[in-house]
Nanobody, 129 residues
Framework: QVQLVESGGGLVQPGGSLRLSCAAS????????MGWFRQAPGKEREFVAA????????YYADSLKERFTISRDSAKNTVFLQMSSLKPEDTAIYYC??????????????????????WGQGTQVTVSS
């Protein structure tokens, strides 16, 4: 059974930084895509970033790519999301998700939440002064 556990969320002031982690367990992830999504109160889930574990391909939401960076530690089955220059509108629950790379026919498909079958419980990020 796949398990994803996010951590690293919290309260940060505008302009600050946070690094989120997502630890995966339950099976090998050598061929998987891992993505970050977020959902703010009253809004739909939004794609943030994704990384193809095998090919080391990254994909970002256009509006976030200048401030957010996704990376991974293969040895620890962990994916990170480094967030900088945070804004109040970045306040949301951040979720990581994963599935096998064969479910994603294109790079852009990595941004489609419906293609991921496995999700974590989320970690709250609040940007406020």
């Amino acid at each position: 059974q796949v398990q994803l556990v996010e951590s690293g969320g919290g309260l940060v002031q505008p302009g600050g930084s946070l690094r989120l982690s997502c630890a995966a367990s339950g099976r090998t992830f050598a061929g998987d895509v891992m993505g970050w999504f977020r959902q703010a109160p009253g809004k739909e889930r939004e794609f943030v970033a994704a990384i193809n574990w095998r090919m080391i391909t990254t994909y970002y939401a256009d509006s976030l790519k200048e401030r957010f960076t996704i990376s991974r530690d293969s040895a620890k089955n962990t994916v990170f999301l480094q967030m900088s220059s945070l804004k109040p509108e970045d306040t949301a629950i951040y979720y990581c998700a994963t599935d096998h790379y064969e479910r994603f026919g294109t790079k852009q498909a990595m941004g489609v939440g419906g293609l991921y079958r496995f999700w974590g419980q989320g970690t709250q990020v609040t940007v406020s002064s």
